[in-house]
């Protein structure tokens, strides 16, 4: 795990770490992830915390749950619901997480709180760290349009933060479910990739992408595909690539 890819997409340097899931099964939270979280932060022990993609729980419960795993490794965090002005957390802020849930509830927070532009000028210009988790890491794309999620709200748009120039798929899988008649993951993709010219990068489980100076690295035990306009699929395995 931790091998290097670069994809040609990646115009900018930026600190971004875009995993695709928070847990596994039988784990703690935020256990498969926390080398890799540490290890991105570096010095840095202090995070603003955007809870906005949970729905059926509270913002106070979200953060204490990502509190109460990050505090193992001297990382504390704040909840931006919190501050009586948001832009200003974010203006003031660290690092940036972003935590997973319902995709369209955070994009629409954060486009009806007027954050778009901060957390671009933050990640983008100024290169703070930015980490999120399946929801956070559909944040980071150029729209929210390859998120599993249902689309429980209407935001303004589907566009997002546009940290990157292709779009990721969380908790990417192929399995099927006896008796389903349904499209499968890899078929609704290939559909969005058949109108839409921008790849998309399918994450399973237990993986994610980080980018900051030195490149784009993969963080994954096993290949992973890349779904690119007119249907090419690319097999991305652990290891560099040079462009």
């Known amino acids: 795990m931790g091998n290097a890819f670069h994809l040609n997409q990646i115009t900018q340097t930026m600190n971004l770490l875009l995993l695709s899931n928070s847990t596994n099964p039988g784990q703690p939270y935020l256990e498969w ?16 915390f955007i809870p906005y993609a949970a729905v059926s729980f509270s913002y106070d419960d979200y953060e204490s749950k990502v509190q109460e795993a990050l505090i193992k490794r001297d990382i504390k965090i704040k909840s931006i619901h919190h501050f ?9 802020a660290q ?4 935590g997973g849930g319902n995709s369209f509830h955070l994009l629409d927070q954060v486009q009806r ?3 778009v532009g901060p957390l671009q ?3 983008k210009e100024e290169e703070i760290h930015y980490i999120g988790w399946s929801a956070g890491s559909n944040l980071a794309c150029p729209t929210v349009k390859t998120t599993n999620d249902m689309p429980i709200i209407e935001p303004q748009s589907f566009n997002a933060l546009h940290f990157i120039d292709f779009q990721i ?7 099927t479910i ?8 890899l078929m609704r993709l290939e559909e969005y990739v058949s109108i839409n010219d921008i790849p998309v990068l399918c994450l399973p489980e237990s993986c994610g992408i980080r980018i900051d100076e030195s490149g784009s690295r993969l963080l994954s035990s096993e290949p992973v595909k890349l779904l ?7 097999t991305l395995h652990p290891g560099i690539v040079e462009l």
Do not use: C, Q, W
Request: cysteine-free.
């Open 228 to 234: 690119s306009p007119g249907g090419n699929v690319k």
């Open 84 to 92: 009586d002005d948001p832009i200003e957390a974010i203006n003031n």
């Open 113 to 115: 709180l007027g954050l």
């Open 178 to 185: 006896e008796g389903h008649g349904g499209e499968s993951r």
């Open 169 to 175: 798929n969380p908790h990417y899988t192929e399995r």
């Open 121 to 123: 000028r933050r990640v």
């Open 33 to 48: 992830p926390m080398d890799y979280i540490d290890r991105f932060l570096g010095t840095i022990k202090a995070a603003l």
């Open 95 to 98: 690092a940036i997480i972003v």
